[in-house]
């Protein structure tokens, strides 16, 4: 099985554009989107932290604190490295320490509801954790995700938590196939490309450095620095492929998928090194599922949130539901500083934003209340992009303007649906759906996980669309975006109306449906990330200034997939954990 992760344009942007400046769509926009294969609906559209970022971004002085707490470690952030963190901290006994939640609790493993239906916002599934990935394998054991033998070659995994059959499919020439690469009508030239590369694959899941490690390992920090493999990092994925002699568009178009699911990046901008990576990094077994299965709940990578924070209040005895008073609070930070005696963090909160990434926080904001906390450490676990407003990086060794990562922008739309639209020929709805050569990433199927003989009445699809300039087409060149320039990409995410959201939102649904889709979905909500993953590109497994706050031990530590350029839970859990027992030995 091949991993998923975290646009439609032509005439239909066209028509979109003439209503950027609408609040709402009127019966006329309703009809002519309809007469498009749109809907009349109008999106809930969400834009988590951004009006939180740039009031960071852009404030000469805050209001003064009000309050102040005290604690031995503070944990700046709350998703995957931050929770993680948490979870080790508590798991080695040291019990005084708080979590700022951040913007959105959970970060990009966070997730929303249409009543009791749960979905994923963010990132929505974890692979089965290879040998190398032993922290993750902890974690799961102590979570009870993984039932017996957790650091054997076939761990036992809750069956509830295996992506069930059918896991995934691929819509190609007008029919469903299984997998995300078409196997079925195509070319004996591209058949037998496909077949020497993943032979090759095979090769590098065993390939070894002069060091003795694994050419590709995850966490990415346990991988071999043999030159030998590292130069592949000079070049993108795109021109390694041809360099081999890989010259079929039906192994480009799923490599350049394959980037776009993990980086947000096409293939022709990607690291080759982190390319491979992709695919021979891997190697998770399990006594009761398939090689290359996932693990996977209704609301993504929020089941992982829910699990950890409900396993850290049990080890700190905190009661059930207690916990915004206890070790987790609701706000963010906006000043670290360090002082002889330890670092103080100047907080803030906007309560009727914190945590939830909701329509009405899109800004501008009001003054926040704002608090201090003062402690003995600091683990900072948010994006780069945002520490950098919170201290000077510089001191550690971290230059912005160089040392960066490119992060892509996604969108992340869900969609509520009565009953299931009719499908095409082929092999039947599978949690993921992929059209092959679309510029968007397929849909999951949020009651796929649910156990029950029926199909339930009601359902939720959530469709991802990663953003770059080659994917807006003349929408991104309006604001001057060419491939690379995310931050045009990012200027057009900002200033983009609900219909023209709306408009890359239902690509595939609507290539796949057509008009019938509409007649189900009855509910639409739509999340913009502006910073949604890091993109690796050429040269980052070079870049001094990660690998300076990687090495950082001081007062101030730093946890966060950025910390390795790759934005997957087992990189973020990594440092999560790295962190926290730098904190405990």
Known sequence: ????????????????????????????????????????????????GMAQGHALRDAQRWPAPDGEL?????????GAAGLSAAWQLAHAGLRDFVVVDGPESGGNAAAGRFGPLGFPRGAHYLPLPSPESAHVREMLADLGVIEQDPFGMRPRFDERVLVHAPDERVFFAGRWQDGVLPAEGIGADDAAQCARFFARVEGLKQARGSDGRKAFAIPLALSSRDPAWTALDRTTLRQWLLD???????????????????????????????????????GGHAQNAADGAVLT?????????RLLTARVDHLLGTRPGAQAQGWRRAGMALRVEEQRDGVTVLCASWPACNGSGDASCAGPLPPPRTWRLRARRVICAMPLHVAGRLLPLGRFGFDAARHLPAHAAWLVSNFRLQGFPAEAEGVPLAWDNVVHGSRALGYVVATHQWIRQARPAQTVFTAYCPLDAAALGPAGAAYGAEPGAPDAVRHWLAQASPAELMDYAVTDLRQVYGRAFWRHADRVEITARGHAMASPRPGFLGNAGTAALRA?????????ADLSGLSVFEEAAWWGTRAALRIVG
């Not at 709940?297 to 949130?305: I, K, Y």
């Not at 950082?552 to 966060?560: K, N, P, S």
């Open 552 to 560: 950082a031990d001081g007062r101030i530590l730093f946890a966060h």
């Open 1 to 48: 099985m091949d991993r998923r992760r975290f646009l439609i344009h032509g005439a239909a942007a066209a028509g979109s554009a003439a209503l950027a400046g609408c609040d709402r769509l009127d019966e006329t926009a309703g009809r002519f989107l309809a007469g498009l294969g749109l809907s009349e609906l109008e999106p809930a559209v969400l834009r988590p």
């Open 297 to 305: 709940w209704p609301d993504g990578l929020h089941g992982m949130v």
């Open 244 to 282: 081999e002699g890989f010259t079929s568009p039906l192994l480009h178009t799923y490599a350049d998928y394959c980037c776009r699911d993990d980086y947000g990046a096409g293939h022709g901008a990607i690291s080759a090194w982190a390319g491979l990576h992709y695919f021979a990094s891997r």
């Open 70 to 78: 005290q604690t031995e470690v503070a944990i700046l952030g709350s």
